[in-house]
């Protein structure tokens, strides 16, 4: 991974990096990878919180697989999203930016895992999302709650998501390696 420079404004596949002493559970320690930032609000997806479930578990029309689910935010976590590679494969999709997709035709994606060729770095499954309401995401950036990241600094379905925040502090710099290696209960320290 190179050397990262955080900016200052959020942006449709940009990645959100949260200060280390963020007290919501949802957000403590994540890297959220935003989908939607306009005037009603922003949508995004925590990359670094695997659950202990795969797809099937949860969609049992869908064949046993290897793809895992992730938290993907507080928000309507009783239903599943997805950030994708497949393009136009599946009808519908949001572009994020380069190759990068989010939603889209969930029957056709069925068919396309049922078909067995969509591979589990082409896909990641969320269950919910984060959310913020208009500005409000604004107004964490300048409380300095997260860190932006410019798009293409994270390969969103492939790195390791246990150590995915810390590495993402460390290439930042001298700057952000206090938050890299701030205790997780600083009261532990």
Do not use: C
Not at 57 to 77: A, I, K, R, T
Request: proline fraction near 6%; hydrophobic fraction near 40%; charged fraction near 25%.
């Amino acid at each position: 991974m190179m050397r990262h420079t955080p900016i200052k404004k959020a942006r449709i596949g940009r990645y959100l990096i949260a200060e280390p002493m963020l007290l919501d559970q949802s957000f403590n320690r994540t890297v959220v990878l935003l989908t939607e930032h306009n005037e009603e609000g922003s949508v995004g997806f925590v990359l670094n919180k695997p659950m202990d479930l795969y797809i099937h578990e949860l969609v049992p029309e869908l064949p046993e697989s290897e793809f895992p689910v992730f938290f993907g935010g507080p928000v309507q976590n009783d239903s599943i999203f997805y950030v994708h590679t497949l393009g136009d494969r599946v009808a519908d999709s949001i572009h994020i930016q380069g190759n990068l997709y989010w939603g889209g035709d969930f029957e056709q994606l069925k068919a396309l895992l049922h078909a067995g060729v969509v591979e589990s770095h082409e896909i990641r499954f969320f269950m919910g999302y984060s959310g913020w309401s208009p500005r409000q995401l604004d107004g964490e950036l300048e409380e300095n709650s997260w860190v932006v990241l410019e798009a293409g600094s994270i390969d969103p379905l492939n790195d390791e998501p246990e150590t995915l925040w810390k590495k993402v502090l460390l290439h930042l710099g001298d700057d952000y390696k206090i938050w890299a290696n701030a205790p997780k209960d600083p009261l532990l320290n």
